[in-house]
């Protein structure tokens, strides 16, 4: 299913825009709601990123803008971190009147402390993940230090944060002062995970222990090495993500996998027109998901057809080269079976048509000769798959 574009008020009226992660053309076990940092919105990437790697485990990820940030209406000025926090139950009441209450919270940054707050409030809440976040509120303040002399003899000053220009007001820092993270997860019996960069240069990574040292059991801590705090590189986010997701499972009391029925050996089912190309395959006992490249209008998240059916005949040949190595008593450690699928024009002068064109390139590692390794070769064009497609195939439909 495509992410959703959805808005709700918060409890002083205002439309605050949010964005839905669904999972791949599925029903979602849970859902989960992330709050973004400080300044920040919904849009970023890493919020992006996270939320998909969420959403390929089965999670509905909810995401918004706070109050006077992204397409939410009004002032960021007139915003304080309680106001955040308002907004989070705001969200958490949405999803719970429309969907379902989120057993997950997740918090970048003083998000990660507002999530902090907002579940000590939600009993439903199970489990809180935090990214880079700060283990006192009031630490926010150093990326505007040179404001606060300004703030305090007018109460209101304009700041640079992140190359974006933002108005704040005394009342912002005077809130800030009013909420203690450690002594609220102190009190939070619930599970947490607290995910930190040692080189992350916004919030020091002091603050991640001493968030784990004011949690209780059971909690969790992930090193996010290499990390910047805003996790501009997608492959931290997409770690982060992943890592969020299987830890989450762990503590969640998560339905069985739905699988679609059949009495046939695979089926393969795919949604209505908002689902795109994602498609659930149940192959015997396991569960595979297929799709196209975003180019065709696809949401990538799995192969495709052809790249399974490319799949099918590396893993045959993979399979059959090792039986028969073991059979031999051959010294093969390792087997790599390399394909590439393309359709060219046939060399047959009499037909003008296209035709398949599997290029499968076979790599061997260890101490064989060379009479062995061509026996090998041979080997592989005897791997069932193959001669599957080389062979007369019929294939019957009818509608069930």
């Known amino acids: 299913m495509r992410p959703t574009q959805l808005s709700f008020s918060n409890q002083a009226g205002q439309k ?8 791949a053309n599925q029903q979602p076990y849970t859902y989960a709601l ?10 970023l990437n890493a919020v992006r990123n996270i939320s998909k790697a969420l959403a390929a485990r089965g999670f509905a990820v909810l995401s918004f803008d706070f109050t006077g940030l992204g397409k939410s209406d009004g002032d960021f000025a007139d915003t304080t971190f309680s106001a955040n926090v308002s907004d989070l139950i705001a969200a958490i009441d949405f999803l719970k009147n429309d969907f ?6 997740v918090g970048h940054s003083l998000g990660g402390a507002a999530v902090i707050h907002a579940a000590s409030q939600i009993e439903s809440v199970a489990a809180v993940a935090t990214i880079g976040a700060p283990a006192d509120t009031k630490h926010i303040t150093h990326i505007f230090d040179e404001a606060l002399p300004e703030l305090r003899d007018t109460g209101i000053a ?17 809130d800030l002062e009013n909420h203690s993270v450690t002594n609220t997860l102190s009190h939070l019996n619930k ?16 603050n991640a222990a001493l968030l784990y040292q004011a949690a209780h059991h059971p909690k969790s801590f992930i090193s996010l090495d290499g990390a910047d705090h805003l996790l501009t590189n997608k492959n931290d986010s997409h770690y982060a993500g992943e890592v969020i997701a299987a830890w989450a499972q762990r503590y969640l009391n998560l339905p069985e996998i739905i699988a679609p029925e059949t009495t046939h050996q695979t089926v393969a089912s795919i949604g209505d027109k908002d ?7 149940k192959a015997g006992k396991h569960f595979i998901t297929a799709d196209e490249p975003e180019d065709v209008g696809g949401n990538d998240f799995g192969p495709s057809p052809y790249e399974l059916l490319s799949s099918s005949l590396a893993t045959c040949t993979a399979m059959t080269l090792r039986m028969y190595a073991n059979r031999k008593n051959l010294n093969v450690q390792k087997i790599r079976v390399h394909i590439n699928h393309s359709k060219q024009h046939s060399t047959d002068c009499e037909k003008n048509e296209h035709i398949d ?9 260890g101490d064989m000769t060379e ?19 080389e062979g007369e195939i019929k294939i019957i439909t009818h509608l069930l």
């Not at 605050?16 to 999972?23: C, F, K, N, R, T």
């Not at 992330?34 to 849009?43: D, E, I, P, R, V």
């Open 275 to 281: 689902s795109g190309y994602t498609t659930i395959i």
């Open 34 to 43: 992330f709050a973004h940092c400080f300044t920040c919105g919904k849009s």
């Open 357 to 365: 064109h599997f290029e499968r390139l076979v790599e061997l590692e």
């Open 100 to 105: 379902e209450t989120p057993a997950l919270l």
């Open 16 to 23: 605050l825009s949010a964005h839905m992660e669904w999972p």
């Open 158 to 174: 304009k700041v640079n944060i992140g190359g974006r220009p933002f108005t704040i007001k005394q009342q912002f820092v005077d």
């Open 191 to 206: 599970s947490i995970l607290i995910l930190h960069s040692p080189q992350d240069e916004i919030v020091e990574i002091a």
């Open 371 to 389: 009479e062995q390794r061509k026996r090998l070769l041979e080997i592989a064009d005897k791997c069932p798959v193959h001669k599957t497609l």
